[in-house]
């Protein structure tokens, strides 16, 4: 750890917006910007790696017994690709890394090694095709958020029964799982009875799953709160290794993954009734809104190169904050496609 980030004050939309250390980093990423790590093909340039799958932030390469998750720098939202992110894939990567590590008392995982900034290996397992939605709070701006449904006077939403008079930002009574079918296209809210009765999962392995989901979201909570931030809401998946066990799989608590709120001044600005100040990618979500039908038109605008540097800074802020550590930019000398190949192929021949 840093001198300069020991005993730091708790965060606030100040320290996010002016901080020399703010300054140092954004000067990395206008450097960047046209250096972002967009698309990979390690199938070709990687001995052993069997075929590759484009999701809409990771590369996934199958290994055999392992898969090979590349994290790029790819932004999505609204189930569609916005833009390219400078470091986003390395601070996607080692944010989850942390908290597979900090977790692992609660639930398992897949993770086996991580040669490098961007890649995890993982071990090959059978994903439950449900992504497990854990919400405290009744917010959001896109169509399947909780507060759009709410809005349209839905009071039963996956199996949960929710009162009338609740307000956008407001925190529910308890933590909440929303459960969702993993579409290609665009993600179906579904009840847990949805999901036994048409095999999705069984009711033991969707029992291990949920439960383990609110625990990981309450440790979330408590750990973001220490450090002067709320974890309003996240996604986690799971897959079933071959020895049945169930294990946590993807991301973990990102900021791709989760929304995450500036702790201090969250009451105020709900009593007073402005949106909470968050450090997540909700005012990207926001602008595109704005500007464009983004479920719907076919060809988007481009993001804005000071949107794109500030969401950048965001997800490095929110790693800093929460690891107590200094996120390392990466230099440019070595080209970053070329750089992840010598590390997988390393890696890879260590593990045959």
């Known amino acids: 750890m840093s001198s300069s980030q020991q005993h730091q004050p708790p965060p606030s939309l100040e320290s996010l917006k002016t901080s020399e250390r703010r300054n140092e980093v954004l000067n990395a990423i206008h450097s960047s910007l ?9 199938d070709l340039t990687v001995p052993g790696l069997k075929s590759k799958t484009r999701g809409k ?48 008392h609660i639930v398992p995982n897949a993770v086996v090694s991580a040669p490098d900034k961007n890649v995890t290996i ?39 029964v929710l009162p009338d008079g609740m307000v956008k930002n407001q925190k529910l009574s308890e933590n909440i799982l929303t459960p969702t079918t993993k579409a290609a296209d665009h993600d179906v809210p579904v009840t847990p009875d949805e999901i036994i ?54 991301e973990v608590h990102t900021p791709d993954s989760s929304r995450y709120w500036i702790g201090h001044s969250y009451q105020e600005r709900f009593w007073n009734g402005l949106e909470p100040e968050n450090v997540d990618k909700e005012f990207l979500r926001l602008w595109f809104n704005d500007h464009c039908n983004p479920y719907e038109d076919k060809v988007l605008p481009d993001a804005p190169e000071e949107l794109v540097s500030e969401l ?21 000398k ?19």
């Open 34 to 42: 046209n250096n972002c790590l967009f698309e990979t093909h390690l």
């Open 57 to 104: 932030v990771r590369d996934i390469y199958d290994g055999g017994n392992y898969l090979v998750l590349v994290t790029t720098d790819r932004q999505s939202a609204f189930d569609r690709v916005l833009a390219s992110v400078p470091f986003k894939g390395q601070v996607l990567n080692e944010t989850s890394l942390w908290w597979f590590n900090k977790t692992q």
């Open 122 to 160: 993982a071990k090959k397992c059978s994903i439950f095709p449900i992504e497990f939605v854990v919400r405290g709070y009744v917010t959001g701006s896109t169509d399947t958020s909780l507060w759009a449904v709410y809005k349209k006077g839905v009071r039963n939403y996956c199996g949960n």
């Open 197 to 250: 009765q048409c095999g999705l999962m069984s009711r033991a392995d969707y029992e291990e799953a949920s439960k383990r989901a609110l625990q990981l979201f309450e440790y979330g909570q408590h750990v973001a709160m220490k450090h002067g931030l709320v974890l309003v809401d996240t996604k986690y998946e799971f897959g079933k290794a071959p020895d049945g066990t169930v294990l946590l799989v993807d």
């Open 312 to 332: 950048a800074w965001r997800y490095i802020f929110l790693f800093e904050t929460i690891t107590d550590s200094s996120f390392e930019i990466p230099t440019a």
């Open 334 to 352: 070595e080209p970053i496609h070329d750089r992840i190949t010598q590390n997988v192929s390393q890696a890879l021949k260590s593990l045959l």
